[in-house]
């Protein structure tokens, strides 16, 4: 598959199998984790958490489900959405994925912003991996952001981290329950200028 093709199947998901991926497709995910770009190369900057552990993914779930309760901001954040939908939804951060890989990055003084593109870089590695895989992908940002604002349901020791490091972006894989179906590529979602 090449890349314009893969960009074709590359899409969100958000409805995930119970049945566990592969060994071997981690392994190929991870390396793709791996092969990222990485701001002035400090790759021992990053640290990934690989968590396919319920229990744990139920922990790390609690301070987004404490947030889904307040309707006005997720109203805000996932837009104009009825009420009956908002109450009818049952609210899993991970979206059932069976694994999920946290991307953790030493906090910055000296270049403070690069976390950021790194750690992103390396997500959207793993993300276009998982897709040339069959396998469905989606970043995972609403459990960390919940857990930074309601810091008593803060479970990230959950994730055992080294020290001076947080977690910044994670990516939920898995089978998805529907099979990934190539899409039109388009040119009109991001504005454009010119010089």
């Excluded at 497709?25 to 990934?48: E, F, R």
């Excluded at 790390?60 to 009818?88: C, F, H, Y």
């Excluded at 989606?138 to 490091?165: C, K, Q, Y």
Aim: aromatic share 8%; proline share 5%.
């Amino acid at each position: 598959m090449d890349y314009f093709e893969l960009l074709r199947y590359r899409k969100s998901t958000r409805k995930f199998r119970q049945d566990q991926i592969a060994q071997d497709n981690l392994t190929a995910v991870l390396a793709a984790a791996n092969s990222a770009p990485v701001g002035s190369n400090l790759y021992k900057d990053i640290h990934l958490t690989v968590v396919q552990c319920r229990d744990a993914l139920d922990k790390l779930s609690a301070a987004a489900v404490k947030r889904w309760e307040d309707k006005a901001k997720m109203k805000k954040i996932i837009g104009n959405t009825p009420d009956i939908e908002l109450r009818q939804r049952v609210f899993d951060p991970f979206y059932g994925a069976p694994t999920v890989i946290f991307v953790s990055h030493r906090k910055q003084d000296l270049q403070p912003g690069i976390e950021f593109a790194n750690v992103t870089c390396i997500a959207y590695s793993m993300h276009l991996a998982a897709t040339c895989l069959g396998l469905g992908s989606v970043f995972i940002w609403g459990s960390l952001e919940a857990m930074r604002e309601i810091p008593e349901l803060d479970n990230t020791a959950v994730l055992n981290l080294p020290d001076d490091f947080e977690p910044l972006l994670g990516i939920a894989i898995g089978h998805p329950e529907q099979e990934l179906k190539a899409r039109d590529l388009k040119t009109d979602k991001l504005a454009i200028n010119y010089l």
